[in-house]
């Protein structure tokens, strides 16, 4: 009997091959995105869930804030992974700390900056599930002077040579011998690195065992989450104990908290702690998106089949009077949504083999899938059965239930109930179409506002060099200079950080204010704001003029000066003391800066204070824009003069801030595909419900043509009905689009905002392509012969 059910669904598939080509099409897209999709959701979910401890391990965060304003920090200091695991001994199993670092690696005469070198406890493989191929975890990391380094940096540096016992320089400072090699990093790790050194090398410097010198993630194993609590109830104590004097004399407070590691990956908002993060609000939107357009091309399945109940009643009525009952009847009809179905992934899955890796290379992601796998297969039956009940149970049901005296003698009657629940689902299709179009034309708005507007600093051929050398270091100064006689060489400025990077936070006091103030900080020499073009808005710029600016001078922002009860006029002259820098000593306030954007547009413009010191790590040059080739030239050549040793790397600060936007970026990019995408299918379904009008208008509109109208008027009889559907639709979902705009743009501090304007283009869009989708029906339906229509009347 099955056998039969496949034999007549195939034979309709091929007897109707234009409806068969749009039903699979349709499906094909719809499954080859929603495949796609749950490639990406899978990965994102998976993200550190292959460690054995991964339900034990807790991530330990500081509790910071500007003043009034909490946030979570992500790194802690040398001494808070020990004394964690002393005091909560019968609690805590065991703790580790993870230094994310950058370095010159050498080995003979091959030399790299690798920005993926980790220090870590010795500890680390025993805790961490990453797999080594060779070495023992136990005690690859024992020896201080031991490295531990990837497939893939053992062929950069050794090709065929064994690496083991290998040895390895990491800048100037340690001799590493190789003592193992791990498998490639898994992509779902939110840690990435390429080398793991003992953090034991640097205990002996003075700033590891500082507790307010924070650079590393800690994080803890304990043995149930019950133990966890007890930890973190007590955590207020623990901090007291160690931190009640600097606490006192600063008046601020900061306090620790335990994050469960299975929510580290997708917290990001979490500062400083350099680690690969994820959007959890993201991945949900994109898996609703997939399930929206999957619902879409299965809606066509049924419009498309309903379209053309009236040339299948006919074969019904016979198979009726036959004796074949509903049942066998709605069988049929599913086997027939099975074939099509079937069809269909075959095909989604040649379009995602296809399309992943151009995917992969667009969006910078790493996506992979293995269809002979178990989960996967489980994946693709899952999506064959949904899809086949989804898009065959309202045709079955309908087509079964025709009654076959009236269908032999021609007086099938149209159902409103089955026209309305047409029409409803064309509804929901433009819902979300409209949707789709209208959150795609916010987002880019909300990108092109945020890269318009006024930052408040130039970042136009600004070049980023970091000093992250010794020789470099030594020879600042010099380098400085050579750089200053170079012709192409407008400004230069050392800097702690750069707009849009890393601007720590201090505690300060400030004359005639009472109590601690934390204020963003940023180190820089005297020329910070002539080379990012900031704006003196009262007082002067700091200025070798004044022999004590490098060490008695700072600037403010317009938000420090407005947050400390001054005008920018009386905040000149202030002292100030950074209560976290035992040799700051008092400072004056020489000038108040106009607020700039230091920080991304996500977020509000903090208080600031920049403090004059000429040694940072970061070099700021201003080039000549009419000859960057020549100036960057120029600085390599003097780099390589002062350090031979060490590669030059350099980065443009118009470049790094685009990175601060490129998540929404993809998002703006992967909004418009499946925009394009949803309405392309969902216009399919306004081509099967124009096809069932004009086949179930035929005989009126030959009537009225007899009778005199026009072909333009018989073509807006025809389409009118579609348009009121649109506009059903776009009524229906504007205010929920309205709220889950308004709902994205709270990430946003400063926002171009919900406007008129995006919903009238999305309703614009919409509705030109279901008028060019249905006009053609229309159109060939109002210029039809009416003798071809009444000859058999």
């Known amino acids: 009997m099955i056998r039969n059910y496949f034999k007549i669904a195939w034979r309709n598939l091929i007897k109707n091959k234009g409806f068969s080509a749009i039903n699979i099409g349709g499906l094909s897209v719809g499954l080859t995105v929603s495949i796609i999709i749950s490639i990406y959701v899978f990965n994102e979910y998976s993200y550190d869930n292959f460690h054995e401890n991964y339900d034990k391990l807790y991530r330990v965060l500081r509790i910071g804030g500007i003043n009034d304003d909490k946030y979570l920090i992500g790194v802690t200091s040398g001494p808070f992974g020990p004394a964690l695991e002393n005091d909560f001994s019968e609690s805590i199993e065991n703790t580790v700390r993870v230094m994310p670092n950058d370095g010159l690696v050498t080995y003979k005469n091959n030399s790299f900056y690798e920005k993926k070198v980790y220090l870590a406890d010795s500890n680390f493989f025993e805790i961490f599930s990453f797999p080594l191929k060779e070495g023992v975890k136990e005690s690859a990391l024992e020896k201080p002077n031991s490295v531990v380094l990837t497939q893939e940096m053992a062929a950069k540096y050794f090709g065929d040579e064994d690496p083991m016992g290998k040895i390895l320089q990491l800048d100037d400072n340690f001799e590493l011998t190789v003592t193992g090699i791990m498998e490639d990093l898994p992509t779902n790790s939110h840690l990435d690195f390429d080398f793991i050194v003992p953090i034991a090398i640097i205990k002996n410097y003075e700033w590891f065992n500082d507790w307010w010198n924070n650079s590393m993630l800690t994080y803890a194993l304990i043995d149930s989450p019950k133990e966890a609590k007890y930890v973190e109830s007590n955590l207020t104590g623990f901090m007291d104990k160690y931190f009640a004097e600097d606490f006192k004399k600063n008046d601020s407070r900061i306090d620790l908290t335990l994050q469960p590691f299975s929510e580290v990956y997708f917290n990001n908002k979490v500062r400083y702690d350099r680690i690969t993060t994820g959007d959890n609000t993201v991945v949900k939107m994109f898996l609703i998106i ?161 890269q318009s507007k006024d930052k408040g600093f130039d970042d136009e051929s600004v070049v980023l060099v970091r000093m992250n050398n010794s020789d470099i270091q030594r020879n600042a100064i010099a380098f400085k200079n050579r750089l200053k006689a170079e012709p192409n060489i407008i400004s230069l400025t050392t800097t702690s950080g750069a707009p849009g990077g890393f601007h720590d936070t201090y505690s300060h006091t400030v004359e005639q204010v009472d109590g601690s103030i934390r204020l963003r900080t940023v180190f820089a020499d005297v020329d910070y704001t002539k080379t990012f073009g900031l704006q003196i808005v009262s007082g002067r710029d700091f200025s070798k003029d004044f022999g004590t600016d490098e060490t008695h001078a700072v600037l403010i922002n317009e938000t420090s000066a407005k947050n400390l009860g001054w005008t920018n006029e009386e905040a ?111 216009c399919l379904g306004s081509f099967a419900l124009a096809a069932y009008s004009a086949e179930e208008r035929t005989k009126e509109v030959g009537v009225r043509k007899i009778l005199g109208s026009s072909v333009f008027a018989i073509f807006l009889l025809l389409t009118k009905d579609f348009v009121k559907i649109v506009f059903l639709a776009i009524v229906i979902t504007s205010p929920f689009a309205y709220y889950f705009m308004n709902k994205w743009l709270q990430d946003f501090a400063y926002q171009v905002g919900v406007n008129t304007s995006i919903f009238i283009t999305a309703a614009f869009v919409t509705v030109f392509m279901v008028l060019v989708t249905v006009s053609w029906q229309s159109i060939k339906a109002s210029r039809n012969n009416p003798i071809d229509s009444l000859r058999y009347e």
């Open 572 to 682: 000149i002259g202030k002292n100030i003391v950074n209560t976290m820098i035992e040799d700051y000593g008092t400072r004056k306030v020489v000038g108040v800066v106009k607020d700039y954007h230091f920080s991304s547009l996500k977020d509000k413009i903090d208080p600031l204070i920049v403090t004059a010191d000429p040694f940072s790590w970061l070099l700021a040059i201003k080039v000549n824009a009419a000859n960057i080739k020549q100036a960057i030239a120029q600085i390599e050549t003097q780099w390589k003069i002062i350090a031979p040793n060490y590669p030059f790397e350099y980065t443009f600060l118009d470049t790094n801030l685009d990175k601060l936007y490129r998540k929404e970026q993809q998002e703006s990019q992967l909004f418009i595909i499946f925009s394009i995408l949803s309405i392309l299918i969902a």
């Open 290 to 450: 997939a399930i929206f357009i999957l619902l879409i091309a299965s809606i066509n399945f049924t419009n498309l089949t309903t379209a053309r109940s009236n040339r299948r009643a006919r074969e019904i009525g016979v198979r009726k009077v036959l004796g074949a009952i509903r049942s066998k009847l709605i069988w049929q009809f599913f086997v027939e949504s099975l074939l099509l179905t079937s069809i269909s992934i075959l095909i989604a899955i040649v379009l995602v083999l296809s399309i992943l890796p151009i995917f992969n290379s667009y969006f910078d992601l790493q996506l992979s899938i293995n269809f002979l796998m178990p989960k996967v297969i489980l994946m693709l039956v899952a999506f064959l059965l949904i899809v086949t009940l989804i898009a065959g149970s309202y045709p079955a049901l309908l087509l079964s239930s025709f009654r076959p005296v009236k269908v032999l003698k021609s007086s099938l009657s149209k159902s409103s109930s089955s026209i309305f629940i047409r029409k409803g689902l064309v509804v929901f299709q433009f819902s979300v179409s409209f949707f789709l179009i209208a959150g795609t034309l916010l987002i880019s708005n909300q990108l092109d506002f945020m």
